[in-house]
Nanobody
Framework: VQLQASGGGLVQAGGSLRLSCAASRRTFSGYAMGWFRQAPGKEREFVAGFSRNGGSTYYADSVKGRFTISRDNAKTTVYLQMNTLKPEDTAVYYC???????????????????WGQGTLVTVSS
């Protein structure tokens, strides 16, 4: 699976951005999809994700209520709508996928085998 992330940019605090992650496969079926981010000097952290059957979504506490993950199965694209952005949201954002990951590892970046190239989000104060 090849993933292509896009949509990053520079935005002021309080603003919004929508990230996209396009997959090379014709179907998401059986793949857990996740968004992660990594700020300079910090470890990669979970942001949001879909379960393997697509029926459940998961969010980090730090983004709950501000970010929304969604998907377009026809386009095999996953989106991350980010609202009320804060300077601490500044990071490189990555999308990830895996078809063998177990539910207990959905928030663990080491559980994903397929990664997009990352897109930079910078939130100015």
């Amino acid at each position: 699976v090849q993933l292509q992330a896009s949509g990053g940019g520079l935005v002021q605090a309080g603003g919004s951005l929508r990230l996209s992650c396009a997959a090379s496969r014709r179907t998401f079926s059986g793949y857990a999809m996740g968004w992660f981010r990594q700020a300079p000097g910090k470890e990669r952290e979970f942001v949001a994700g879909f379960s393997r059957n697509g029926g459940s979504t998961y969010y980090a506490d730090s983004v709950k209520g501000r970010f929304t993950i969604s998907r377009d199965n026809a386009k095999t694209t996953v989106y991350l709508q980010m609202n009320t952005l804060k300077p601490e949201d500044t990071a490189v954002y990555y999308c990830a996928a895996d078809n063998r990951i177990i539910a207990s590892r959905y928030r663990d970046y080491t559980g994903y085998n397929y990664w997009g190239q990352g897109t930079l989000v910078t939130v100015s104060s």
